[in-house]
T-cell receptor, first 114, second 112 residues
Framework: GGIITQTPKFLIGQEGQKLTLKCQQN?????MYWYRQDSGKGLRLIYY???????QKGDLSEGYDASREKKSSFSLTVTSAQKNEMAVFLC?????????????FGPGTRLTVL | GDSVTQTEGQVALSEEDFLTIHCNYS??????LFWYVQYPGEGPQFLFR?????EKGSSRGFEATYDKGTTSFHLRKASVQESDSAVYYC???????????FGKGTSLTVIP
């Protein structure tokens, strides 16, 4: 088994601030993902990384940057936080890239922008 | 493009009721289909998967059958318990560029 750790659990920022969310996995999985979860909208893909140093944009990538410098870690940066933004950001990993592999999720980082 | 549609946004049942959550998909070929469950304060957890027509996936008393004819993968459970209260997501994995799509989720509340 393994675990995905996301830090911080809660993140409060100011409008226009650059904010970074971190994710670590010990599954030794190749592929990692960042999703945004808004109430009533399900999970929307922001970025994914097929392997170390690879980055691929999802449908919701505008306003975000990502970094995968190690196989076990995947960071997401909100480049300019928007006022009244509130969402949960979920990190996930899968053994390989491809639609047939299940994903394992972390507990999420809850973002609030004042 | 590929997509997944869950018909019900919220479902309320009494304990021991029969559960059905409808999931229909749009994709070419034979995408993999998944069900995930999310409890409050946690990330989604993988329940089970099916990859070919008529294949049944199951876990923890939940089951769904891949039906290519009706492009469906409906989640069913014969007798729900209060502990099944959670949000359930249907998901599709395809071979396209963005290879994973989640439905919008169905919130299940089971009343004791």
């Amino acid at each position: 088994g393994g675990i995905i750790t996301q830090t911080p659990k809660f993140l409060i920022g100011q409008e226009g601030q650059k904010l970074t969310l971190k994710c670590q996995q010990n599954f030794n999985h190749d592929t990692m993902y960042w999703y945004r979860q808004d109430s009533g909208k399900g999970l929307r893909l922001i970025y994914y990384s097929i392997t170390e140093n690879d980055l691929q944009k999802g449908d919701l990538s505008e306003g975000y940057d990502a970094s995968r410098e190690k196989k076990s870690s995947f960071s997401l940066t909100v480049t300019s936080a928007q006022k009244n933004e509130m969402a949960v950001f979920l990190c996930a990993s899968s053994i390989d890239w491809g639609g047939s592999y299940e994903q394992y999720f972390g507990p999420g980082t809850r973002l609030t922008v004042l | 493009g590929d997509s997944v549609t869950q018909t019900e946004g919220q479902v309320a049942l009494s304990e021991e009721d029969f559960l059905t959550i409808h999931c229909n998909y749009s994709a070419s070929g034979y995408p993999a289909l998944f069900w995930y469950v999310q409890y409050p304060g946690e990330g989604p957890q993988f329940l089970f998967r099916a990859s070919r027509d008529k294949e049944k996936g199951s876990s923890r008393g939940f089951e769904a059958t891949y039906d290519k004819g009706t492009t469906s993968f409906h989640l069913r459970k014969a007798s729900v318990q209060e502990s099944d209260s959670a949000v359930y997501y249907c998901a599709l994995g395809s071979t396209g560029y963005q290879n994973f799509y989640f439905g919008k989720g169905t919130s299940l509340t089971v009343i004791p």
